[in-house]
């Protein structure tokens, strides 16, 4: 049985549901609250009422997407895109949560250029709405040279030019650490010289996307302290897949590691 760790909780953490979906939504919660988590990542409206039995936040909301593949980029989606969102925001900021996440889409041949403008435009059609509604528009940056290839918003520069195209505060990034390492390195100036645009990180080792110990490339106590060193607030969530039979004591690690 694990204990609560002492945490320092500088970083306020959570964990991905889909890394450990094996386990029920009550079983994750008790070991969040177990572990000493503040919240649970990617969880819709229909789980939102068990995280607050048990304390915890969904520290980011997803159930607007249409899918990682079929995005903002692409204006076939935008009607449907924006009753989804426009759906969603409003019960993000009744159940007292705050971020919601969303994707670009693939490129399917476009150019970056155009894909930005797409994006924008559909975009800036929510923003009011979400500002106020105090939640916050969260586009995740991907890889697309091993996980999801193809996919647009795939380099910090292309997801900065895109917030600064929306032109709001509610409209920010997801830096996934794991990503971001495969397709352009460099992490701790990134999210140095970026990190106004990022409203949120999630974790993993590289490569593999598993464990974030020894075994693997990225440096998490130094990423942290970096991350720490901006100001930043928000959310880091764990989200990589244990390879460790006991995936519970992976993810007190993982907390372990990023508590500094």
């Not at 450990?20 to 503040?38: H, P, T």
């Not at 935008?78 to 969102?85: A, K, P, R, S």
């Not at 994006?119 to 586009?139: D, F, P, R």
């Not at 464990?211 to 607030?233: C, H, V």
Request: glycine share 8%; with cysteine; proline share 2%.
């Amino acid at each position: 049985m694990l204990s609560i760790q002492s945490l320092r909780g500088n970083i306020n953490q959570s964990v991905c549901r889909w890394c450990f979906d094996e386990l029920s939504i009550e079983e994750l919660c008790k070991l969040a609250n177990e572990i000493g988590l503040v919240g649970i990542d990617l969880l819709g409206p229909s789980d939102w009422p068990i995280l607050e039995e048990y304390g915890l936040k969904s520290t980011m909301c997803n159930g607007a997407e249409i899918s990682l593949e079929k995005g903002w980029n692409n204006k076939v989606y935008h009607f449907e895109l924006l009753n989804n969102y426009r759906e969603m925001i409003p019960l993000v900021a009744k159940a007292g949560h705050k971020n919601l996440i969303c994707f670009s889409g693939n490129r399917a041949g476009m150019d970056d250029e155009t894909g930005l403008q797409n994006c924008a435009e559909g975009l800036k059609q929510i923003m009011s709405l979400a500002e106020k509604s105090k939640v916050t528009i969260v586009m995740e940056l991907l890889n697309s040279k091993i996980d999801h290839i193809d996919y647009q918003c795939d380099r910090t520069h292309w997801g900065v030019e895109l917030v600064k195209k929306v032109g709001s505060e509610n409209f920010k990034l997801l830096y996934d650490i794991y990503h971001m390492q495969i397709d352009e390195g460099d992490v701790i100036r990134t999210i140095k010289d970026n990190n106004q645009y990022i409203a949120h990180y999630h974790t993993a080792g590289v490569p593999g996307r598993h464990e974030i110990d020894e075994s693997q490339e990225l440096n998490y106590p130094s990423i942290m302290r970096a991350i720490l060193d901006t100001g930043f607030k928000g959310y880091v969530a764990q989200e990589f897949i244990p390879l460790n039979t006991d995936k519970a004591w992976s993810l007190k690690d993982a907390v372990r590691i990023c508590d500094v």
